[in-house]
């Protein structure tokens, strides 16, 4: 069976710092790892996904995460915050063929001016 | 192009009641595949549908069921609605059945309230 934990449910950052999204994750095979995001009334979109390639993965508007499989994490990352990156992130993981998803519980981050 | 169509995007209902949700995938879109989301359990998956099969199916009860047309939009429906059925129900699509291959595109959401 697969899971996912986001490690905090609320991160609250000042615009241009630093972000971090912490995600740890199981699985029994070798898995396939999203981040999504989600503002607020709105749908799901793929910020980026790791799918055993390079295991620095840049995605977009300015993100990247880490694929560590020593320490079955996924963290989430971007240099500088910006007001629009404020919403909710979850970090996803599907190890078996087909669009079942995984969801972490998410991560609302709130970025302050 | 357009993006994945769910309508309504707002209902109401009372317990006992029966509701239907439609979802229009992304042209040239065969996979769509329905998640909800609620407050306490988050996002979870509730079925998928490739060139009208079932593929995989979440853990539901029997009440929550689904279908996928040739012209590849899909319905879900639930019946005897339950209070803690009350929730965003997403739909996402892809051209392709695998996500490791290619993306899901999702909707804004049916938002249901049970009352």
């Known amino acids: 069976a697969q899971s996912v934990t986001q490690l905090d449910s609320h991160v609250s950052v000042s615009e241009g710092t630093p972000v971090l999204l912490r995600c740890n994750y199981s699985s029994s095979y070798s898995p396939s790892l999203f981040w999504y995001v989600q503002h607020p009334n709105k749908g799901l979109q793929l910020l980026l996904k790791y799918t055993s390639a390079a295991t620095l993965v840049k995605g977009i508007n300015g993100f990247e995460a880490e694929f560590k499989k020593s320490e079955t994490s996924f963290h989430l990352t971007k240099p500088s915050a910006h007001m629009s990156d404020a919403a909710e992130y979850f970090c996803v993981v599907s190890d078996n063929a087909g669009n079942m998803l995984t969801f972490g519980g998410g991560t609302r981050l709130m970025v302050k001016p | 192009k357009a993006g994945v169509t769910q309508t309504p995007r707002y209902l109401i209902k009372t317990r006992g009641q029966q509701v239907t949700l439609s979802c229009s995938p992304i042209s040239g879109h065969r996979s769509v595949s329905w998640y909800q989301q609620t407050p306490g359990q988050g996002l979870q998956f509730l079925f998928e549908y490739f060139s009208e099969t079932q593929r995989n199916k979440g853990n539901f009860p029997g009440r929550f069921s689904g279908r996928q047309f040739s012209n590849s939009r899909s319905e879900m429906n639930v019946s005897t609605l339950e209070l803690g059925d009350s929730a965003l129900y997403l739909c996402?699509?892809?051209?392709?059945?695998?996500?490791?291959?290619?993306?899901?595109?999702f909707g804004e959401g049916s938002r249901l309230t049970v009352l």
């Open positions: 996402a699509s892809s051209l392709v059945w695998d996500a490791s291959i290619g993306e899901l595109f």
